[in-house]
């Protein structure tokens, strides 16, 4: 009724003053925000769904994307980005808190066994080591293209990074050997911080213990963030200035030195297979070999073979005898799946930008007789996505090397028979978890980086990648980890980095070489 004598006499209806009170009222109710929520699930159902306005059907105006056009729709990403920032900041400073109370009170690996102020001081130099080895290297693949003399003033021990690895072949050197030192760390780091069995620290819930200490939450997440993500995020714009020191030329030299070793040289028989394989020779920018530096190069390629057929049966038989540090309960076929499974994940993850990024140059026309392989490549390049991939599959690939570092190292308890019947002393090497760190960076990593260079169009063919990169965008959207940005806003001026573009002015990102900032 009250419809009908609104439509009949709408001007009369809109003179009563008590219609001027119920509007007050309703802008009131409004503004309390207690249905704001309407506005956010609005906000991020319309692009999911795929509404358009419209104007784009009715007057032929471009169709909208997933940004944000109102400004409703700007203040709800406001918010909503301030809620992810304060939220996955405080799950950080909540997990710090844990690791280093499980350090304190003696539940950690090295805590126990040797001094909980060595574990505390060892762990954050750890951390601080790998956010070098990370970011380092991002910077001296970029500063390829960069001619020195722009900089051999302004930043000598820059200069002296990149004269290093520069130099012929070191740069691929650097890179493997940066590998295992990145995989070597998280298990020292994995042996400082992961709880030992039946750990409780701050009176916290069975719940809440076995998420954040016996799943390894808390050190997950602190290391991804502070020790990976937020080194990233200024090494990407602060090159310059984020190796300009003599803790990344120590780094370097250590990088290069793991190489040299001759303990991932097993990598390049592979390397050579491939290369037979596709009829594409090893690039290389020195000269040949001599006869003595070939004789060296193949006994070093025998020798890392041996050792990796050694590790991989320590490893092997650590699970068949429940030595391992794997959860309980789990049989032992099971635990033996699970290992190479993920050693698959990791591999398939670090293979998988560098395949998409060498079939850029294939024409999209010829990309797509290549159902699944053209799929993975549009949902990898689509909009902002390769940037929220890469930071997702950081974190992944980082947490599956938690998992696997948990599962390679090994625990004889007392009275217990040593692997293979070794010595102690050898037994105390194992137990170091450094033969796990060979398996993790040659068959979890490098191998599949060979393979992945060598066939893309296939690699990218595996339906398996589409699920991979959904998941990695589903991980970097949950915002668990983007206190990495915050951290690095905050760290930027305290160490004094500024862009690039203050010191080189014409430096332009086009001068990147894509490809191979993909590999890193």
Known sequence: ?????????????????????????????????????????????????????????????????????????????????????????????????????????????????????????????????????????????????????????????????????????????????????VVLIIFLINMCGSPIAGAQVLGLSDSLTSIFLGNGVALMITTIVIGQLTAQVNAAVCMLDFINNYFMLFTSYASLAIEYSGLLH??????????????????????????????????????????????????????????????????????????????????????????????????????????????NCKLMFTGQNLQAFLIGRQIFVASLMFIVAKIATISVGEGEENIFGVPDWFQAFLDTGLLGAVVLAIIGSLIWRIMAS??????????????????CLIIEGTGFFSSAWLLALIHKPLAGYLPDEVYIEDFDDDDFDEEESARV
């Not at 009222?25 to 419209?54: H, M, N």
């Not at 406001?78 to 499980?102: D, E, H, P, R, W």
């Not at 006994?299 to 990796?308: F, G, K, P, Q, W």
């Not at 060598?454 to 998941?471: H, Q, W």
Request: neutral net charge; glycine residues 6%.
């Open 1 to 181: 009724a009250w419809r009908i004598i609104a439509s009949r006499s709408p001007l009369g209806f809109m003179s009563n003053p008590l219609i001027y009170l119920l509007i007050r009222i309703c802008l009131l109710l409004e503004a309390t925000g207690v249905c704001s929520s309407s506005w956010v699930l609005a906000r991020f159902t319309k692009p999911i769904v795929g509404y358009q306005p419209d104007e784009v059907y009715l007057e032929g105006e471009p169709k909208q994307g997933p940004e944000a056009v109102t400004k409703r729709d700007k203040d709800v990403d406001i918010t909503v980005t301030v809620v992810k920032y304060l939220g996955s900041l405080t799950l950080l400073v909540f997990c710090v808190t844990i690791v280093m109370a499980t350090i304190f009170t003696k539940q950690t690996g090295f805590a126990k066994s040797i001094h909980e102020l060595f574990a505390f001081f060892f762990f954050w130099f750890l951390i601080c080591w790998l956010a070098m080895a990370e970011g380092g290297q991002g910077c001296l693949v970029g500063l390829q293209a960069i001619q020195k003399e722009l900089y051999i003033e302004s930043h000598p021990r820059t200069l002296k990074n990149t004269e290093l690895a520069h130099k012929g072949d070191n740069m691929a050197r650097f890179i493997v050997g940066r590998q295992f030192l």
């Open 266 to 375: 097993s990598v390049y028989l592979v390397q050579i297979a491939f290369s037979k394989l596709t009829g594409e020779p090893v690039e290389s920018r020195e000269s040949p070999r001599s006869g003595i530096q070939n004789l060296l190069f193949w006994v070093r390629v025998l020798i890392s073979t041996a050792i990796l057929f050694f590790a991989l049966a320590v490893t092997i038989e650590s699970l068949l005898q429940g030595q391992s540090g794997i959860w309980e309960g789990i049989p032992v076929a099971v635990s033996i799946l699970v290992f190479f499974v993920l050693l698959c994940l990791v591999g398939l993850m670090d293979g998988m930008q560098i395949a998409a990024f060498a079939l850029i140059s294939m024409s999209e026309e010829e990309l797509s007789q290549y159902g699944v392989a053209s799929a």
């Open 454 to 471: 060598s066939f893309p169009l296939a690699f990218m063919s595996n339906p398996l990648v589409y699920i991979i990169i959904r998941t």
